[in-house]
């Protein structure tokens, strides 16, 4: 299954050339991506498929004058060009030229509006998908940074645990673990610090939980082997 992996934009260099219209550079500033890298881990969680024969898993979102603005254009097959690969394709929406000279100016909310409509028309197969975009939308605008989504949870004979995690505005992990009896009372929750994408990963491995703690093992690879183990006692509320 091709499960959404990220998106990115791109503006074209030269967007009335259509014989280099893949001449392209990254536009949308830092500090605008967090609400849809929100969105990229809330479908993840959710499997969301962008292709059916699993092929592709990013998408890579190009402005151009070339359309009228407010079209887009779903580039099925992939253009050979020397060093392509085929986990990507491009959509192409189009922008007046106005708002193509400001596009290192556009907010988050307006970045998120652009990815949520892309989806919308080429990979939401049904009215219930549709609907999961739209109220994700609405639920990332509202919560900002505080917006979360579950990453792993774990259950033994008498407690439930869960990893979930807010994407800060400037993209980074922070885990929030909690423990909850099996009446659903809260028994133990922890803000942890901020971490990059790759350091949480490596991080938060598998989750192993008991009545006296939760621990969380790192991944077993190269890159896991300066992590240590994260391991709380449940007895003692942080």
Sequence with gaps: MAVIQDVRFYKEVCPTDIK???????????ESYAPVDRLMWALHG??????????????????????????????AELPVYQGETDWYRYIDVGLSAHDFELLGQKSGDWYLD?????LRRYFCRDNNTKSLIDNLVDDIKDKKDSFSVE????????LNASICVNIT???KIRPIITVTDKYGNQVFTKVMSEL????FFNQYGSVLLNKRFITIRPRKNMFACRMREIKFE?????
């Design 114 to 118: 652009i990815t949520a409509e892309a």
């Design 196 to 199: 990059r994408k790759s350091d």
């Design 234 to 238: 449940l007895s003692t509320k942080q």
């Design 151 to 158: 990453y792993k949870s774990k259950q033994s004979a008498s």
């Design 20 to 30: 280099i219209r893949r001449s392209t550079e990254e536009c949308c500033p830092k």
């Design 46 to 75: 959710v499997k969301f498929q962008l292709d059916p024969n699993q092929k592709f898993s990013h998408i890579y979102i190009n402005f151009t004058t070339r359309l009228d603005e407010g079209n887009y254009e779903f580039i």
């Design 169 to 171: 505005n400037n993209l």
